[in-house]
């Protein structure tokens, strides 16, 4: 049984405050299992930086879920791959000699540096293209949304688009009525 994930951020997203919004999504096999989204809890003063704090929450959802798969079945994990479009994150999470550029980032966060030392997890890159996480974290075209989200398995239900189109039909058709009354 493999578990990976994929998670990406959008660096500064919000205009109001500037913080950042973490993504992931985690599978077994080509089964999405989970996938989520946050507001991350302060501001980051880089990409990397951003990049290092969406790959904590990441870490620590995905020792949640091994956790849940070594209890249900009994059976040992191999290290979950962890995709991800920033090289320089994944170096910096990997050579503690990088003190000097990471020590401005929150203790709380460097725990992503005992994962892959341990080899609970391993990060390794994906290009941006084929990163699913973007889905979760930033706004896409139309095409790259629709390959993203065909590829995290979520797929339009006609039946509730038209039952909605209905709805507000019925909606408008009311407040027509009420505002000529």
């Not at 994930?5 to 080509?30: H, L």
């Not at 870490?59 to 070594?70: H, T, Y």
């Not at 000699?97 to 997890?121: A, E, G, L, N, T």
Request: aromatic share 10%; proline share 3%; with cysteine.
């Amino acid at each position: 049984m493999k578990l990976c994930g994929f998670m990406d951020t959008d660096w500064a997203g919000s205009p109001t405050d500037r913080k950042s919004t973490s993504g992931g999504v985690f599978s077994i096999g080509s089964t999405k299992i989970s996938w989520y989204n946050r507001k991350q809890r302060s501001v980051a003063l880089s990409s990397s930086e951003a990049e290092y704090m969406a790959a904590s929450l990441a870490a620590c959802k995905a020792i949640w879920m091994r956790k849940i798969l070594v209890g249900l079945f009994g059976s040992h994990l191999d290290p979950t791959v962890i995709y991800c479009d920033n090289q320089s994150y994944i170096k910096l999470s990997a050579n503690p000699v990088f003190h000097d550029r990471s020590k401005h980032i929150d203790i709380r966060y460097h725990h992503i540096r005992d994962c892959v030392q341990w080899r609970i997890m391993l990060l390794s890159y994906i290009p941006t293209e084929d990163q699913d996480a973007d889905i979760l974290t930033k706004a896409l075209t139309k095409s790259k949304f629709e390959y993203h989200r065909g590829r995290i398995g979520v797929v339009d239900n006609p039946y509730l688009v038209k039952r909605e189109c209905l709805d507000c039909n019925k909606m408008m058709e009311l407040s027509e009525k009420s505002r000529l009354h």
